[in-house]
């Protein structure tokens, strides 16, 4: 598995219709088309965070999805509701947070 995570600009008050474009795309087969296995959205003080779960390499579902027109209509609809973080943004890749550090527990033992 492979995690994604997405950081851009939201009002908070765009939380339920950006929700429910998700919703309605998750519904289909599009996810698994491209691999995702899992998606939690979160919003902060204007902030919106995307966290995606992939089953393959986040770069190959990404190559797949631009080529869908399924995906590109997911974005035109979440345009009026989310906005770029950097002002320099030009593709998703500019909107992918770069993780430092990750820990996961160990298997339990006994």
């Keep these: 598995m492979q995690q994604i995570m997405i950081v851009a600009k939201m009002r908070a008050d765009d939380a339920p219709a950006v929700a429910e ?3 309605r795309s998750d519904a289909t087969s599009m996810p698994q088309d491209i691999g995702v296995i ?5 919003r902060f003080h204007g902030i919106y965070v995307h966290l995606i779960d992939f089953s393959r390499p986040a770069s190959d579902a990404m190559r797949t999805a631009q080529k869908l027109p399924s995906f590109r ?3 035109d609809d979440l345009r009026p509701y989310i906005g770029a973080y950097d002002p320099n943004w030009s593709s ?6 770069d993780r430092f ?3 996961t527990s160990p298997a339990p033992q006994g």
Excluded: K, N
């Excluded at 899992?38 to 979160?42: K, N, T, W």
């Excluded at 998703?92 to 947070?97: E, G, Q, T, V």
């Design 73 to 75: 209509a997911v974005s």
């Design 21 to 23: 474009i998700f919703t």
């Design 92 to 97: 998703p890749l500019d909107a992918m947070a």
């Design 101 to 103: 550090y990750h820990w």
């Design 38 to 42: 899992g998606r939690s959205l979160y």
